[in-house]
């Protein structure tokens, strides 16, 4: 069975805090990690698409990074626009087109 | 630019009532995913259709009922409504991923409270 945990849960920075966001994950296969962004009562907004062990994607203060095992979302120097709920997904070989998700981890940039 | 529309935002439906959850794409996407949301449980699968006239079970696919009417729509019943069931539901689609997987689009979710 497909596994994905996050850390930690929740994330508390002062405006320009750079961190780390841990997205660990089990599966048979891998064939793709995504990262989502999810702001309060919105649906989750898509970030980036790792496929490979060694990728690396970014966008803005945002960068995301790939192992065997694991995934990072690096936040540097973040903004107080910056805080969300920040969502892993993986999608395996045998599971077609359907992601298992993590629980999230929730942001929060202090000015 | 839509992308992926939901109806209602919000209901509340006594226990034992049915309601549809109506979900429709705007992108020419041929998949399309219903997931609910509960705290500390993250985004789980509930149906999922992967092309126009297919639909399949999910995770949790207990207590739903789908349809996909069309490329455009897809649809989500809950035929006896249960407290259970309160929950925020996400309706995602995608194209059809092959080997070079293409992410989902979520739309914004329909609350729903059941009583």
């Known amino acids: 069975e497909d596994q994905v945990t996050q850390s930690p849960e929740a994330l508390r920075l002062q405006e320009g805090e750079s961190s780390s966001l841990n997205c660990s994950y089990t599966?048979?296969?891998?064939?793709?990690l995504f990262w989502y962004r999810q702001d309060p009562g919105k649906g989750p907004e898509f970030l980036f698409t790792l496929y490979s062990a060694g990728e690396e994607k970014e966008k803005e203060r945002l960068k995301a990074t790939l192992t065997k095992k694991e995934s990072f979302l690096h936040i540097t120097a973040p903004k107080p626009e910056d805080s969300a709920t920040y969502l892993c997904a993986v999608q395996a070989g045998a599971a077609g087109n359907k992601l298992t998700f993590g629980g999230g981890t929730r942001v929060l940039v202090k000015p | 630019n839509a992308g992926v529309t939901q109806t209602p935002k919000f209901q509340v439906l006594k226990t034992g009532q049915s309601m549809t959850l109506q979900c429709a794409q705007d992108?020419?996407?041929?998949?399309m995913y219903w997931y609910r949301q509960d705290p500390g449980m993250g985004l789980r699968l509930i149906y999922y259709?992967?092309?126009?006239?297919?639909?399949d079970k999910g995770e949790v696919p207990n207590g739903y009922n789908v349809s996909r009417l069309n490329k455009r729509e897809f649809s989500l019943r809950l035929e006896s409504a249960a407290p259970s069931q309160t929950s925020v539901y996400f309706c995602?689609?995608?194209?059809?991923?092959?080997?070079?997987?293409?992410?989902?689009?979520f739309g914004d979710g329909t609350r729903l409270s059941i009583l």
């Open positions: 599966v048979s296969g891998l064939r793709g």
């Open positions: 992108m020419n996407h041929n998949s």
């Open positions: 995602a689609s995608s194209e059809f991923g092959g080997l070079d997987n293409q992410p989902q689009h």
């Open positions: 259709s992967a092309s126009e006239g297919t639909t």
